[in-house]
């Protein structure tokens, strides 16, 4: 198979979606890997270390598409990538398609075959593709909102820890999941008093447990939500339905109760955000105001720290890709249920059904399209 590694056109994105030894491995497997000039160069990575590995560069990202029989990437494509892709291309890398009706309409009207990271589980029905990722953006969260809770950065001037004699800042996670946890670990690490909001009673009770009970657990209502926010410095939006939108669980009414100058960062945000004055943002403009409190909603918050997150990314990643390239398309699907679950378009259907629910769309079971496309999607692998 012939892959393709181009470089993320995403505003201040700096991943790649494999490293050089990522490379190797699917060079040594009989592949071919080709790469755009200075793809790797904001993780750390030129061109001269993928040449080692034995990869072909290629001077641009069109030539890069065209020659792909699939694409490894980190971002989902964006407008000037729409018109790159191809039918029965395979496109594997975060995709985040429920807020998105445009690049859902490219994918299905293109027929390419869209794998979403973020929706490939594994045996124990975890999200092995999204966890990297949501452990790096749920370290990030805090140390991001500790940032903005300082004065001239347009928060409180709170001290995330405190000092003796002066109480420490409150932090809010909506959320106990892998995001939640890695920013109860960091949050509680910079001496903050930590609460941790979810709807599942077990996981709070392992919250518990992990932190010995030095953080709050509160079971999820909206009285709930509003009664800790209201006392809150600094507010993390941690909450994921795998493939779908994600459930806005504070309203614009709530934040009326929430401090001035307070913080929130919503790593919601790539599902739509569990916050309704969230809206995407970059690492450019990375904020904004809604009732005198301070959002942070970057769309790729593990983009501003691209060599730890693109290693971290590949570790998850690279056995799938390999999977898909030795076996093609269709061998590595039948073979793996979890990595099926990935599939969010093919040959121009919707094959995910919390997108199709998101967007009032028509779902196709995966299964019922294969039965009329074994050949072409055979070729196409």
């Known amino acids: 198979m012939i892959v393709g590694l181009p470089k993320e056109i995403k505003d201040n994105e700096y991943r790649v979606g494999l490293v050089p030894a990522g490379v190797r491995a699917l060079t040594d497997a009989g592949h071919k890997v080709v790469v755009e000039r200075a793809a790797g160069e904001g993780s750390g990575f030129d061109d001269a ?5 034995g990869a072909t560069i290629l001077d641009n990202a069109d030539e890069v598409w065209q020659q792909a029989e699939m694409v490894v990437k980190v971002k989902e494509p964006i407008r000037p990538e729409y018109e790159r892709m191809r039918e029965g291309q395979l496109l594997f890398t975060y995709l985040h398609l429920a807020p998105d009706r445009e690049l859902t309409r490219q994918l299905l009207e293109r027929k390419v075959t869209g794998i979403a990271y ?29 940032q903005y809770l300082e004065k001239m950065n347009g928060g409180r001037g709170v001290l995330l820890g405190g000092v003796p004699g002066v109480p420490a800042a409150h ?3 909506i959320g106990g999941g ?5 920013s109860a670990k960091i949050a509680v690490g910079m001496g903050a008093q930590v609460t941790v ?14 932190f010995l009970s030095t953080i709050t657990t509160l079971a999820s209502s909206s009285y709930a939500i509003q009664d ?12 994921l339905v795998p493939g779908a939108s994600a459930p806005q669980l504070v309203t614009r009414a709530m934040l009326r109760d929430v401090p001035k100058g307070a913080v929130i960062v919503d790593v919601a945000v790539d599902q739509g955000g569990c916050i309704e004055t969230t809206h995407a943002t970059t690492h450019s403009n990375p904020t904004y105001y809604v009732d005198d409190v301070l959002h942070y909603c970057v769309a790729n918050m593990p983009g501003a720290v691209p060599r730890t997150s693109t290693f971290a990314l590949t570790n998850a990643t690279l056995p799938y890709a390999l999977r898909l390239a030795n ?7 039948t073979h793996d249920s979890g990595l099926k679950a990935g ?13 199709a629910i998101s967007q009032e769309l028509e779902y196709t079971p995966l299964d019922d399209v294969i039965g009329g496309t074994t050949s072409t999607a055979s070729r196409a692998s």
């Open 343 to 355: 599939i969010n378009t093919y040959a121009g259907k919707l094959t995910y059904e919390a997108v």
């Open 49 to 53: 270390l993928y040449v080692r590995a």
């Open 171 to 173: 932090v809010v996670i």
């Open 228 to 239: 800790a926010i209201s006392k809150a410095d600094l507010i993390i939006g941690a909450v």
């Open 197 to 210: 909001i979810d709807n599942n009673l077990d996981r709070l009770r392992e919250l518990d447990d992990i």
């Open 178 to 182: 892998v995001v939640g946890t890695n």
């Open 118 to 146: 973020e929706t490939i589980t594994d045996r124990r029905g975890t999200l092995p593709l999204l966890t990297p990722m949501s452990e790096v953006a749920g370290r990030m969260a805090v140390q991001v909102g500790a």
């Open 327 to 333: 076996r093609g398309f269709l061998g590595a699907i």
